[in-house]
């Protein structure tokens, strides 16, 4: 039973990962067109509510699920982090291809 919380936590970290990933990419293409002082603005907020939501995710995992499970979250979470510093390190193209992609969007509209 314990294992099976611990690895339904590291996939829900994972899961956490990709999506705070993909926020990320999608509030710096948003960000890019905007002037520079609302940008600033609009990146500290978003970053705020992000840390906020996380905070509370995890406070309600760790109330209701308890450690196991918490700990799996974060681990997940670590491990996503580690294995994106990987990839991004060794294939250069593909951090240089979520940029680039971004700045297309970003000039089409």
């Known amino acids: 039973m314990r294992e099976n919380m611990i690895i339904a936590g590291v996939l829900l970290g994972l899961l956490i ?17 905007m002037p520079p002082q609302e940008a600033t603005k609009y990146l ?5 509510i992000k840390i906020g939501l996380l905070t509370l995710l995890m406070g309600s995992a760790l109330y209701w699920s308890g450690m196991k499970f918490t700990l799996g979250v974060l681990g997940g979470m670590v491990f996503g982090i580690l294995l994106f510093l990987v990839v991004s390190r060794s294939n250069r193209t593909f951090f240089e291809g979520l940029v680039k992609d971004q700045g297309k969007e970003t000039e089409r509209r």
Not at 17 to 31: T, Y
């Open 44 to 48: 500290v907020v978003r970053y705020v």
């Open 17 to 33: 990962f990709v999506l705070s990933m993909w926020l990320n990419l999608r509030i710096m293409k948003k960000a890019r067109s």
